[in-house]
């Protein structure tokens, strides 16, 4: 079963550029394409990223998402207060039929 | 605009059963797989089932297969999660979600706001 790994937790001050990494335990990523969600707990998750690199309508270009081999990044420039949230990757998983979340990394803003 | 509203999220003693309803709006419902997701504190976001357009495909993440059972209605555009032997570890807000393009397994991209399942001695 695939299993995504992230750090619990990242901080950055206002304007700073941030990178959350994301690895995978196998294949996975390398064959599969990530998505990144951001998630304030309480309220819905929001899709940030899909396809490793792609931003839905809406979603600042601050935002952005890249893959190289196993691992993924979602980075995040020009930091802002209200960018405070836990970060998800997420892959499907075909054994499961169903999708891997990441354990989340929670971002501060110093 | 797409509308999913989560409903049937109670306090319950471990051991015991619920059912969740989701009722969506705005789309094709019977053409999109639908998923149910699950937040703690303790373990963050996780997914919990997965069905098809069709209800032909489910899926249960290992921590509730054989407990929980997804269905859904698309004569009533209603998604729901049969959930028994519930255990502590169930607590969670749990989100109804569609999935982004019909006809597929792509990503989720709508989302409920939630119902809270609290299962406590």
């Known amino acids: 079963q695939s299993a995504l790994t992230q750090p619990p937790s990242a901080s950055g001050t206002p304007g700073q550029r941030v990178t959350i990494s994301c690895s995978g335990n196998n294949s996975n990523i390398e064959t599969h394409t990530i998505n990144w969600y951001r998630h304030v707990p309480g309220t819905a998750p929001k899709l940030l990223i899909y396809s490793n690199n792609q931003r839905p309508s809406g979603v600042p270009d601050r935002f952005s998402g890249s893959k190289s081999g196993t691992s993924a990044s979602l980075a995040i420039s020009g930091l802002q207060s209200e960018d405070e949230?836990?970060?998800?990757?997420?892959?499907?998983?075909?054994?499961?039929?169903?999708?891997?979340?990441?354990?989340?990394?929670?971002?501060?803003?110093? | 605009e797409v509308q999913l509203v989560e409903s049937g999220g109670v306090v319950v003693r471990p051991g015991g059963s619920l059912r969740l309803s989701c009722v969506a709006s705005g789309f094709t419902f019977y053409d999109?797989?639908?998923?149910?997701?699950?937040?703690?504190?303790?373990?963050?976001?996780?997914?919990?089932?997965?069905?098809?357009?069709?209800?032909?495909?489910?899926?249960?993440?290992?921590?509730?297969?054989?407990?929980?059972?997804i269905s859904r209605d698309n004569s009533k555009h209603s998604l729901y999660l049969q959930m028994t032997s519930?255990?502590?570890?169930?607590?969670?807000?749990?989100?109804?979600?569609?999935?982004?393009?019909?006809?597929?397994?792509s990503w989720p991209d709508s989302w409920g706001r939630g119902t809270l399942v609290t299962v406590s001695p």
Do not use: N, Q
């Open chain 1, 85 to 110: 949230a836990d970060y998800y990757c997420v892959i499907w998983d075909a054994s499961l039929s169903g999708w891997v979340f990441g354990g989340g990394t929670k971002l501060t803003v110093l």
């Open chain 2, 86 to 105: 519930l255990r502590t570890e169930d607590t969670a807000l749990y989100f109804c979600a569609k999935d982004r393009y019909s006809f597929s397994y």
């Open chain 2, 32 to 69: 999109y797989a639908m998923i149910w997701v699950r937040h703690s504190p303790e373990k963050g976001l996780e997914w919990v089932s997965l069905i098809s357009w069709d209800a032909s495909t489910t899926s249960y993440a290992d921590s509730v297969k054989g407990r929980f059972t």
